[in-house]
């Protein structure tokens, strides 16, 4: 059991220690970031959804922020855990990786937590320009971070969709620009600035989340039906993720190339 910590205690460290030594990777993901989020004041006036959730306009600017929240750390929950295995698969790291005491997923786990600081730095980013940009007030801020608490159960749902292109990665090595572009699209086929969608859109693990949180700050009521969607359809995305990921692994080490890495 202590070795098991200590192999994870250890990961972190080291995991901590790359995000600052390639600064340059930190700064093009905080300028896409921003980016992404300008664009959307700009080509957004929050009109939509205020009507949507029965706001006031003052309060427009802050529900977009929500929705952008909620797709920014799931983009990078997505994102992250299919690149990492992705690229440990092509560069033949992923077999020895399985070796380790650490469980394969747990890995990619102990790394999603170390972009989720990453990610709460451009958040930080992205506030300090709403405030001064006069989008958003500083006694808005506390809901803010009490909305990363509760978008956490979606990020995990992401994690485990992540697991589940890594799946397919373990067999291709492979997967292009796919996991990127399907990411970025979420952007649009979501309720991330775009109100008033199908339910059928739930199954995206973020989605209610930021139905359920815009709702909170609007009545300052929770929803615990709209919460209880959100955590089911999250649990479910992680374990179908454990398993697919999990038997992609097996079969591959079964009949595929690990032994030609």
Request: aromatic share 14%; net charge neutral.
């Amino acid at each position: 059991m202590m070795d098991y910590f200590g192999a994870c205690i250890g990961t972190l460290k080291a995991n901590i220690l790359i995000l600052f030594k390639y600064k340059k990777n930190l700064v093009s993901e905080l300028i896409m970031f921003t980016g992404v989020y300008l664009a959307i004041l700009i080509l957004n006036d929050s009109s939509s959804v205020t009507k949507f959730y029965n706001a006031s306009a003052i309060q427009g600017p802050i529900l977009l922020l929500i929705g952008y929240m909620f797709w920014a750390f799931s983009d990078m929950a997505l994102s992250s855990t299919a690149n990492w295995i992705s690229t440990d698969a092509k560069m033949g790291l992923l077999e020895p990786k399985v070796q380790s005491i650490l469980p394969y997923p747990v890995q990619s786990f102990l790394l999603l937590l170390i972009s989720i600081l990453e990610t709460i730095f451009i958040l930080l980013v992205v506030v300090l320009i709403s405030i001064f940009a006069d989008k958003i007030s500083w006694a808005q801020v506390p809901f803010i971070f009490l909305s990363v608490v509760i978008l956490l159960p979606s990020v995990i749902g992401m994690f485990g969709m992540g697991l589940v292109f890594g799946g397919y990665a373990v067999k291709e090595k492979s997967l292009g620009n796919f996991v990127n572009l399907f990411a970025g699209a979420l952007i649009i086929f979501s309720n991330t600035f775009i109100v008033g969608l199908p339910k059928i859109i739930y199954i995206i693990p973020f989605t209610s989340g930021v139905d359920f949180t815009s709702n909170l700050y609007v009545s300052g009521k929770a929803d615990l039906g709209l919460l209880s969607i959100n955590l089911f359809i999250n649990t479910i995305w992680l374990i179908v993720g454990l398993i697919f990921f999990n038997y992609s692994l097996k079969k591959e080490r079964t009949v595929g190339s690990f032994d030609t890495f």
